[in-house]
Structures are given as C-alpha cells and as structure tokens.
C-alpha cells in the first residue's frame, strides 16, 4: 500500500500559509535534494483547489530536476468547484477526498504526497490516511498569517525523526501513533 507523505513549511511562529513571502530565504541546495528524493519515490501529489490555484501558474514551467519531476508526476485535485485543470498530467476529483484517497493509496507502488497542511491534509489525518506528516520548521517569526494550529479532531502523534539543516531549518516528522 503506498504512504501519504504530508509536508509542510512553517515558521517558528506556526504559520504555514504563504511560505514564498518567508521561507525562500531556507530552501537551500539541501532542502531541494531532500525534497527531491521523496518526489522520486513518489508517483503522485494531492492537492486542494488553493493549492493548485497557486502550484499550478508558479510550477507549470519546469526548470531544474525538482520542478520537472512534479511536471512529470500525476497530480489529483480535490475541489467541487474545478471543472478544468490545465497543469500537465492533472485530474480533478470532485467528489469526497476520504474516500477517494483510501482508493489511491491501494493502488500504484509510489508514494502520495501533499505540500501544505491546508483543509485537506487536516482532514486525511484526522481520518488516519496520513502515514507520515513532516513540519519544516523554518527559524524565522512571520507574525501572521494562516496558522498551522487550527481547530480540529485530536489526533495522536508519535515523532518518528528531527533531522536538522546547516542553515537551522528542523523538519519534524511523524507518524499516527
């Protein structure tokens, strides 16, 4: 059964939305080969609308290895209000997520993965369909914007690794418990 892997950018702060106004400064050469290496034992990316809206006019012009392996990869978008999708290898999913991913992740050998810990990643990991769920935490204060702590269905936890970059950034990865 394939792993969904949810990765987000956050500051010290917990805000999570609008990581390119702050977190440009951290996404190093190391960020983009660790980044990298899950996208190549990925074979898709989950997304909402939001996400899309904002991925798809930023990303759809591949330079480099990390940008033309997402180009490449299949990408599902979860919205009932998209009809059409213009991003390569892109297909909307109108209906309930939950469902649609306990599908998706019985099917294909590579990972799913999701940027962002947006609506729908909160709510495949309340429904226990995230295997993994990374918060890089980037050493900056934003002092507002879209916070990661929300509320929402208790959900239990185990830390599974910290793992520290040269530049201070923490990713904190873990796993239902």
């Known amino acids: 059964m394939r792993k969904l ?9 917990g805000i999570y939305g609008d990581p390119q106004s702050w977190a440009g400064d951290y996404f190093d050469e190391q960020a983009a080969a660790q980044s990298l ?3 190549l034992d990925s074979d898709a990316m989950l997304m909402g609308r939001n996400t899309y809206e904002y991925f798809a006019p930023a ?6 290895p990390y ?14 209000s998209l009809t ?3 991003w390569n290898n892109t297909m909307i999913i109108p209906g309930d997520p939950v469902a649609a991913v306990r599908e998706l992740k019985e099917q294909g050998d590579g990972h799913l993965v999701i940027y962002g810990y947006g609506q729908l990643a909160q709510s495949l990991l309340e429904h226990g369909l995230v295997d993994q769920l990374n918060f890089v935490v ?6 507002s914007g879209t916070t990661l702590f929300r ?8 830390l599974v690794s910290v793992t520290e970059r040269r530049n ?10």
């Open 59 to 64: 990303w759809s012009s591949p330079s480099g």
């Open 138 to 143: 980037n050493p900056v204060m934003v002092g």
């Open 151 to 158: 509320p929402g269905k208790r959900t239990n936890l185990r």
């Open 37 to 39: 290496a899950v996208l």
């Open 168 to 177: 201070g950034v923490v990713t904190l990865s873990y796993a239902n418990a």
């Open 67 to 80: 940008l033309e392996r997402i180009n490449e990869m299949r990408k599902y978008v979860f919205s009932s």
């Open 5 to 13: 892997i949810v990765s987000s950018l956050v500051s010290l702060d």
């Open 84 to 86: 059409a999708a213009d």
